[in-house]
């Protein structure tokens, strides 16, 4: 079992920076990979970063590559997504989750096994 607890969401203006946390618990937290999903109303949820289990490896959607950095402390069980120059469309529930026993780290909300009750991102113009 794993528990995610997502925080930092919140408004701000366009161009600005919000950083997100997932914090986690239960199983070995540098055990699995973990990804950011969101989800804005009327939309299916998308994929927005993930990191590998011990952090070699990130990858980004297009949409956010250069503005998005995803970045994980095993010591705090923490995976942090740092956003700048956010912009209106980046608006939406940002989730965080955890995709266990990973050899190639997913894009698709469907490789995931674990999901936090996710934090409110809105950006105003």
């Known amino acids: 079992q794993v528990q995610l607890v997502e925080s930092g969401g919140g408004l701000v203006q366009a161009g600005g920076s919000l950083r997100l946390s997932c914090a986690a618990s239960?199983?070995?937290?540098?055990?699995?990979?973990v990804g950011w999903f969101r989800q804005a109303p009327g939309k299916e949820r998308e994929f927005v970063a993930a990191?590998?289990?011990?952090?070699?490896?990130?990858y980004y959607a297009d949409s956010v590559k250069g503005r998005f950095t995803i970045a994980r402390d095993n010591a705090k069980n923490t995976v942090y997504l740092l956003m700048n120059n956010l912009k209106p469309e980046d608006t939406a529930f940002y989730y965080c989750?955890?995709?266990?026993?990973?050899?190639?780290?997913?894009?698709?909300?469907?490789?995931?096994?674990?999901w936090g009750q996710g934090t409110q991102v809105t950006v105003s113009s």
């Open positions: 990191i590998s289990f011990r952090g070699a490896r990130t």
């Open positions: 239960g199983r070995t937290f540098s055990s699995y990979a």
């Open positions: 989750a955890a995709q266990l026993g990973a050899v190639v780290v997913g894009t698709s909300p469907y490789d995931y096994d674990y």
